[in-house]
């Protein structure tokens, strides 16, 4: 059976380059796979592998080397197995900055002078970016390592489809983790989650903080 070869790179908050990351895994023929953030996760990775029962590897993609990527991948993966009930054979790789010759081609840069900086600074000023958008309420969606794994993208999705009036912001980990997917309104200041499970949880919290 021909071993899978996917890329896992951690997305700041803000998002990631998405096409730069697409680019990257068609040039080499693999897949890829975000931690957290955007998609497509980890999960999804692993469940394209097991219908066809491919053993895979995962590549964290980070330089330096990020071992809060390795961590959550390894984590990742556990919950996967967990909750898929599989066995299929899934490893990690160090990271690319170890790679023989890495520190080679960094240096390989350090022979070039490059490319002068001429951006304006008037996006620092555009009134674009001062003006407030309109809308009717605030959500707040956490799009953390659990969170994602607990189905905060498809949580995501939902809340722009059912609230246009919206403006709705993907953040990182709100704690509390274990109680996702979770997602915050203003201006009431409202915890809310979106499994069953979560929500008995939540309410708990609540109770012992009034206590």
């Not at 991948?73 to 690319?96: C, F």
């Not at 996006?123 to 809308?135: G, L, Q, T, V, Y």
């Not at 403006?167 to 989650?193: A, F, K, M, S, V």
Request: glycine share 8%; proline share 8%; net charge negative.
């Amino acid at each position: 059976m021909t071993r899978r070869y996917v890329l896992v790179a951690r997305p700041t908050p803000s998002g990631v380059d998405l096409r730069a990351v697409e680019a990257l895994a068609e040039s080499c023929g693999v897949g890829y796979a975000l931690l957290d953030q955007e998609e497509p996760t980890i999960h999804t990775a692993l469940d394209t592998a097991a219908r066809d029962g491919s053993p895979v590897t995962l590549i964290p993609l980070a330089v330096p080397r990020d071992r809060y990527l390795e961590t959550w991948i390894a984590r990742a993966v556990a919950n996967w197995r967990e909750t898929r009930g599989s066995e299929l054979d899934v490893r990690i790789t160090d990271g690319i900055d170890t790679a023989a010759g890495f520190a080679d081609v960094v240096r390989s840069r350090m022979s070039e002078d490059g490319a002068p900086v001429t951006s304006s600074p008037r996006a620092f000023r555009s009134p674009a970016w001062s003006e407030i958008p309109d809308h009717t309420s605030h959500i707040l969606v956490c799009r953390g390592p659990r969170c994602t794994v607990y189905g905060a993208g498809e949580l995501h999705r939902t809340l722009r489809r059912d609230h246009p009036d919206a403006l709705i912001t993907p953040t990182g980990c709100l704690n509390p983790c274990n109680l996702g997917p979770l997602y915050i309104t203003y201006p009431d200041g409202e915890w809310h989650t979106d499994g069953l499970r979560g929500r008995d949880c939540l309410g708990a919290a609540r109770d012992s903080l009034t206590e």
